[in-house]
């Protein structure tokens, strides 16, 4: 479980608590025991099975895709995802691919509903790009209607594997991938994914220069002397 789930359970039973010794009933109670029962099952971090192979490119979260398309980007032609979070998605982040981060950048904007098309470059979002073995992939963490935090726990600069947990969206949101044109997909409109789990798509191996994906890195959503963008 990520922490915040303790941090808001352990808090609301607290209250609920102090509202039982303050009436002397549960009553009162049952509602913030409901909201801590809530939370605690919201911010839930299972164990995922991370695929290996060669070029393989998996979800960075959980969720409904809503879109794929092929779009034009300053550096040619991509591919992109759309994967919607709904509240009782795991919102917990992971990498979409092994390799070195090489832009981390947190931009503030609305909070549009997630399922909106202009929510991919209107809302508050934390873009990350990940280069692989030969080619790169950029993952946008996007607030939504409901959302107002976004995490991000790495620097540019640091190494990460191909399911590894790298931060959370709070609530409601949504995730979009940017895959080389080369990639072939391995999903369409209207499928459910696992994030670490699900292979949105694989590059074809004459793109690949060794890929050096390890055993399947778990990690840690919060590891030390990690920092993580904010919303409001």
Known sequence: MVRDGYIYGLTLLVVAGAVVWATHGW??????????AFFLWFFRDPERAIPDGVGLIVSPGDGLVTETVSIDTPGGPR????????VFDVHVNRSPIAGVLTSVRYQKGLYLNAMNPASAERNEQNVVTVQGSGYEVTFKQI??????????NYREGDRVE????VGLIKFGSRVD???PAEAE???KV????RGGASVLAAMPKSQVSGDSSLTPAQGRLFPSGSQGGGAK
Do not use: D, T, Y
Not at 27 to 36: K, T
Not at 79 to 86: A, D, P, T
Not at 143 to 152: E, H, K, S, T, Y
């Open 162 to 165: 191909r399911g590894q947990r």
């Open 177 to 179: 991938v940017i895959l």
């Open 185 to 187: 997909l391995r999903v």
């Open 143 to 152: 607030a939504g209607l409901l959302a107002r935090r976004i995490v991000f």
């Open 27 to 36: 009553a009162w109670a049952l509602i913030p025991v409901l909201l801590a």
């Open 79 to 86: 591919q992109r995802i759309s994967i919607f979070l709904s």
């Open 190 to 193: 209207g499928e459910r994914v």
